[in-house]
């Protein structure tokens, strides 16, 4: 039965690989994922704040001892609360390479340019086998186009790609308006592979604090739907790979979005709820299930259930639509 995969150019023994998350952070829960199977690993992502706070708090000591910050500083994390400083990060990256023999992808978390075009390099340096840009943007301003915010991540991508050789993979948001197309761009700009999708983390309100909270919370198979719907809407029209990330908690989620188009899984919420084993047991699970269904690979039901095989996709889903709607009896 084989398992091996590619990924963003890298030859990988399965599809199933830890997302971006603090599972990362210690050397010997990085050896226990590999152990249980895990195809590769992406690193946590570092952020264009910590890269900018890095920066200005240099150049506070060494050009101003008073203490200057905006009132908007106060909205982000102080330094120390980061898991990693842009340093420390390039010397785990550095210290997961010698540690262990699958592929390594390192994150960037950001909405400009600012210094990820130095960081990708470093980060290239330390050893990172690939980089996945992770462009974290609510377009809250009312007179920002569509347009304008795609561009945003085009020009990331454009400016980074040019900066370092390795594999570049963009994670997606799934609110573009037209998110084919959008993919497309990134695909003809170079991008190795898209990932599908970014968690946006939803504020709620406090009522009686007038403030707004926010709570990180796992997620669960329901968020794999979207992931499908446009893995298979993806599948074929791309050079690049497609990763599906969030919603991925079982062997039936892994089979459900290779068959939609997708080269590889993410999964991070399942690892953070039942440990790094957890990942053998999935690994496992889709072997015997694709030996029970008699296919020989994983390559043989990628994308088989992709609407490459609708002659058209836009009735299909129309019809769908409908279907779901009229079938609801009260």
Not at 256 to 269: L, R, T
Not at 276 to 296: A, K, M, Q
Request: with cysteine; aromatic share 8%; net charge negative.
């Amino acid at each position: 039965m084989e398992l091996a995969t590619t990924y963003l150019g890298l030859p990988l023994k399965n599809p199933v690989m830890p997302g971006a998350s603090p599972l990362v952070d210690q050397l010997d829960t990085v050896r226990r994922l590999e152990d249980a199977g895990a195809g590769a690993v992406v690193m946590r992502s570092l952020f264009e704040e910590q890269i900018t706070n890095d920066q200005l708090a240099e150049f506070a000591h060494t050009e101003n001892p008073a203490e200057s910050t905006s009132e908007a500083t106060s909205f982000f994390p102080q330094m120390e609360d980061y898991a990693f400083g842009p340093d420390r990060y390039l010397e785990q990256i550095s210290r997961i390479k010698e540690a262990v023999d699958i592929p390594v992808i390192g994150s960037l978390n950001g909405v400009s340019l600012g210094g990820w075009i130095d960081s990708a390099r470093l980060i290239q340096q330390a050893g990172a086998d690939a980089l996945e840009l992770n462009v974290y943007y609510i377009a809250t301003d009312p007179t920002e186009s569509g347009s304008e915010v795609e561009q945003r991540t085009l020009d990331i991508l454009q400016a980074v790609k040019e900066s370092v050789t390795i594999p570049i993979a963009v994670k997606l948001s799934p609110f573009f308006s037209s998110p084919g197309h959008f993919a497309k761009q990134l695909d003809a700009m170079g991008a190795a592979g898209v990932v599908l999708y970014n968690r946006f983390y939803q504020p709620d309100i406090d009522i009686e604090e007038l403030e707004a909270t926010h709570r990180l919370g796992l997620s669960d198979s329901t968020e794999l739907r979207l992931r499908l719907r446009w893995a298979a809407i993806l599948h074929g029209h791309l050079k690049a790979d497609i990763a599906v990330s969030g919603g991925v908690h079982t062997v039936e989620d892994i089979i459900k979005a290779i068959m939609c188009g997708a080269n590889v899984v993410q999964v991070v919420s399942c690892l953070l709820k039942y440990g790094p084993s957890y990942i053998g047991s999935l690994i496992n699970g889709v072997r015997h299930w694709l030996e029970d269904h008699e296919y020989e690979s994983i390559d043989q039901m990628r994308g088989s259930m992709s609407l490459q095989h609708c002659p058209d996709p836009t009735v299909f889903e129309r019809a769908n639509y409908l279907r779901v709607l009229q079938l609801w009896k009260v």
